[in-house]
């Protein structure tokens, strides 16, 4: 399966065609941040921590298709953001031998753009389509037979002397990242032999996944800084990353440069991230509903307005962490807080209600 690689300055861009392998024009700004991440993802599944039951059953997945000398069947990578798609699809690349080239839904505008990608793949190449939910219909459907047949089809003429050409691709593994599996199509979503769901990780892992991080990157840590930073990490690697570079800076300008358990605490404590990893932002939402919504129930739509944030960063941003952490619970009338939000805020629990039968709100 393995095969000569070229360094990207080896291989023409077509200027009409998005190029495949850069994620953001964030990404093109920040070299050093490129850098950083890069040396940060894992390179083989024993370097992987956490999403232990995924990670082994792809690791099967990748032995037995080299075994075949074949090609991974197409995979689909769902769950919150942050939670490592994008470095578990690299990783899927460096173990099966091939390239990976990296593209998203939004950029994928056209069909002609989809097909210039294709086209260039080699065999057992992975293509990474990272937020596949929001693929433009058109584009969605002319993956169909590319995912099935490895074909493309070109449309030469227009009008009534218009003619669809099958040209064939090699075989290629599509890997789709979503945080929103419920958008996806039927047609679309039975078209991956591999589903894979992922979690929020534990304290342990992200501890794990913070030590790691600062040795790679040169930051000396304690054990007991990398356990505070571990634990405030809302679940999420990204998170954990992000909030070790925060911590660094403070080290080095506050202190002797390295992140102990105090200097941890003292840096997170400036960027207002409490003990439990909630936010300026998560407090917020959840003070909002306290003291406009009387605690819920309230609907999306309202919360959105009061707290003047779109309702799909309320939806995959703030709610996924609240409700997994036991603050927040969806009803069929609406979010509702929990005892342990007034709990964590230091707010007396209400009680609705005086007459029979009725009690505390929980």
Do not use: C, W
Not at 194 to 204: H, N
Not at 217 to 246: K, Q
């Amino acid at each position: 399966m393995s095969r000569k690689r070229h360094d990207e300055g080896d291989e023409p861009i077509n200027d009409t065609v998005p190029d495949a392998r850069v994620v953001s024009s964030d990404a093109q700004r920040d070299e050093g941040r490129v850098d950083d991440d890069a040396a940060l993802r894992p390179k083989t599944f024993s370097e992987f921590v956490g999403q232990r039951k995924v990670a082994e059953n792809l690791a099967v997945y990748v032995q037995a298709a080299r075994q075949r000398g074949d090609s991974l069947d197409h995979v689909l990578l769902s769950g919150p953001p942050g939670l490592g798609k994008t470095t578990l699809a690299y990783l899927l690349g460096h173990e099966m031998g091939t390239e990976v080239r990296v593209t998203s839904g939004p950029a994928l505008e056209r069909k002609g753009d989809l097909v210039g990608i294709l086209t260039s793949l080699a065999r057992g190449d992975i293509l990474f389509i990272d937020e596949i939910h929001r693929l433009q219909p058109v584009v969605e459907e002319s993956l169909y037979p590319a995912m099935e047949d490895f074909r493309v089809e070109l449309v030469t003429g227009v009008g009534a002397g218009a003619r669809a050409i099958p040209l064939p691709i090699e075989r290629f593994t599509l890997v789709g990242a979503t945080t929103r599996t419920g958008q996806l199509t039927s047609p679309l979503l039975s078209r991956f032999g591999i589903v894979e769901p992922f979690d929020f990780y534990s304290a342990a892992e992200l501890t794990t996944i913070v030590r790691r991080s600062a040795r790679l990157l040169g930051i000396g840590i304690d054990p007991e800084g990398a356990e505070e930073i571990g634990r405030r990490s809302r679940g999420t690697p990204r998170v954990a990353n992000r909030l070790l570079r925060r911590v660094r800076d403070f080290a080095e300008v506050r202190g002797d440069g390295r992140v102990t358990q105090d200097a941890a605490a003292y840096a997170l404590g400036r960027l207002e991230v409490d003990h439990l990893g909630l936010d300026a932002g998560d407090r917020k939402v959840l003070t909002t509903i306290i003291k406009r919504f009387d605690g819920g129930p309230v609907g999306i739509e309202s919360m959105a307005a009061s707290l003047a944030e779109d309702r799909d960063t309320l939806e995959y941003v703030y709610e996924p962490y609240l409700i997994q952490e036991g603050f927040l619970v969806r009803t069929p009338r609406g979010r509702q807080v929990t005892r342990r939000a007034y709990e964590h805020l230091g707010l007396s629990v209400p009680v609705r209600g005086s007459g029979p039968g009725q009690g505390s709100l929980f």
